[in-house]
């Protein structure tokens, strides 16, 4: 398993609790969605699997990765395994080039020279930006951004990608690359997103969360296209899903609802 989390409750020191007693696990090399409507607790989700919040270190920590909770021992080689792009590109590149900012990862992991130029040179090649070394992330457009933040993951080899809202501000060109980047690449993949279509194609399960709470999790096309469900959590049925038919009825997805 690349994620079990037990119990995942958690409270921002203001306010509010932003998660309440979520459970699920993900297995190793699935891509899975995860939607619900703003405030749901998409993005607070994401920080705590690779250990940015401290609620999930420790040896009783809710959330274990590849089978091991993250603890202070081991949170260099969770944050190394799993990568976690930004919503938002201007917080992740803070380099005056793409490759320092590409190669600012596999250099804190040791990595120098040579062998440095070649991850970056391949991760660059994986997102299709080879050739974009010298250029400044602040000049290129914010499809090309996000694939310089892709390619700086990339670089450090991560197990899992968690993905906060990655299609959120492309045009449709931007989007279709991104989708089928993303397509392409082997590892584990959490897609935060209100992109239900791009969920749709890449994701074969989705988990609901809404007010912290996770209130549906089961195959896409049948969470996707069930109206009731989507509308009672502030989404809506992605076009060519809606009124599909599919699992409608007293097998509906929302029989299943959690809690
Ligand atoms: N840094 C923060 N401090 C206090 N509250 C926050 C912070 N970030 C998010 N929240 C609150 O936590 C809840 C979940 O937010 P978030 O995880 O950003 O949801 P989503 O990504 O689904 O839109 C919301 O009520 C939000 O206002
Ligand atoms: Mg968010």
Redesign the pocket.
Request: proline content about 4%; hydrophobic content about 40%.
């Given at each position: 398993m690349a994620f079990e989390v037990n119990e995942l409750s958690f409270a921002?020191?203001?306010?509010?609790p932003?998660?309440g007693g979520v459970t699920f696990t993900v297995a190793d090399g699935e891509r899975i969605g995860l939607i619900?409507?703003?405030?749901?607790?998409?993005?607070?989700?994401?920080?705590h699997l690779n250990g940015l919040l401290p609620e999930s270190i420790g040896s009783q920590s809710p959330v274990r990765v590849f089978g091991e909770a993250i603890r202070r021992d081991n949170l260099g080689l969770v944050r190394r395994e799993v990568g976690l792009l930004f919503?938002n590109p201007d917080d992740q590149l803070f380099c005056p080039t793409v490759f320092e900012d590409v190669a600012f990862g596999p250099e804190q992991q040791g990595e120098s020279g040579a062998a440095l130029e070649t991850i970056v040179a391949t991760a660059l090649e994986q997102v299709d930006l080879a050739g974009f070394e010298n250029r400044s992330p602040h000049h290129l457009s914010h499809g090309e951004k996000r694939r310089v933040c892709i390619a700086g993951l990339l670089a450090c080899s991560p197990r899992v990608l968690l993905l906060?809202?990655p299609t959120s501000d492309l045009d449709p060109r931007g989007r279709r690359e991104l989708k089928s980047l993303l397509k392409q690449l082997g590892v584990t993949q959490i897609i935060?997103s209100h992109d239900l279509e791009m969920i749709a194609e890449l994701c074969g399960r989705v988990l609901v969360?809404d007010q912290?709470r996770l209130v549906a999790e089961g195959p896409t096309h049948e969470l996707l296209s069930d109206e009731p469900l989507m509308l009672a959590h502030g989404l809506e049925c992605p076009h060519g899903l809606a009124g599909s038919g599919i699992a409608v009825g007293p097998t509906s997805a929302a029989d299943r609802v959690k809690r």
């Open positions: 921002y020191a203001n306010g509010a932003a998660l619900g409507p703003n405030g749901a607790g998409k993005s607070t989700l994401l920080m919503q906060d809202e935060a969360l912290g």
